[in-house]
């Protein structure tokens, strides 16, 4: 079956430190992996997708399909990057399986 | 991005009772996606619903607990039947609008229900 997972509810770092958010997929087939996120009051809305290989307001995500992993990744945090993150498999065209999400809080 | 108005955005209904979400947008999209995220938990797909066809339930969904409708390429509505304190949740609509480019799946901001 397919399965997201994403292991860390919180993550807390400092401004200008590098993040990483992390996330494990479980699927027999080809995956076609996206994040996304949820600023504070807004709608739910695409970051980025593992297929575009785009680096989107600083954060990249490489798909590496030996570890089943498809974490998120931005050198230097910024506060305007705290939000709710979510990691998410297509089971088929855009209907997704998302993992659980990790809450980013950038502390000045 | 698609524009999408889903209302109520949230509610507070007693046991036994029924609710219809209604999720507009404003252009003609091919598919319409129902999401559940119940307190501290992800996102779920309950749904998909097509235009002019039944919609296709995921595991551990029915059609006699959440009807959904699809009268046209821009509306959809969910209802939420017979609800109980476990149906407290968010409910999402979200479209496949293929042509918007990068962004393809535009979700809406959801409807808070609290069952008590």
């Known amino acids: 079956a397919q399965r997201v997972t994403q292991p860390e509810k919180l993550l807390s770092v400092f401004k200008g430190a590098p993040v990483e958010l992390k996330c494990n997929y479980s699927?027999?087939?080809?995956?076609?992996l996206f994040w996304y996120v949820q600023y504070s009051r807004q709608r739910l809305q695409l970051l980025l997708r593992?297929?575009s290989r785009e680096s989107i307001k600083g954060f990249t995500a490489d798909l590496n399909k030996g570890e089943t992993s498809f974490h998120l990744k931005k050198p230097f945090a910024q506060e305007e990057d705290s939000a709710m993150y979510y990691c998410a498999l297509s089971m088929g065209g855009n209907k997704l399986v998302f993992g659980a999400g990790t809450i980013l809080r950038v502390k000045s | 991005s698609a524009v999408i108005s889903q209302k109520p955005s949230r509610d507070i209904c007693q046991r036994g009772t029924s609710l219809t979400i209604q999720c507009q947008v404003d252009?003609?999209?091919?598919?319409m996606f129902w999401y559940r995220q119940q307190p501290g938990q992800s996102l779920t797909l309950i749904a998909t619903a097509n235009q002019g066809s039944e919609a296709t339930y995921e595991s551990g969904f029915v059609i006699d607990k959440f009807p959904i409708s699809r009268p046209n390429l821009t509306f959809s509505t969910l209802t939420v039947s017979n609800m109980s304190p476990e149906d407290s949740s968010i409910y999402l609509c979200s479209v496949e609008d293929r042509s918007r480019g990068y962004e393809k799946l535009f979700f809406g901001s959801g409807t808070q229900l609290s069952v008590l």
């Open positions: 593992h297929i």
């Open positions: 252009s003609q999209v091919t598919m």
């Open positions: 699927y027999s087939g080809s995956p076609e």
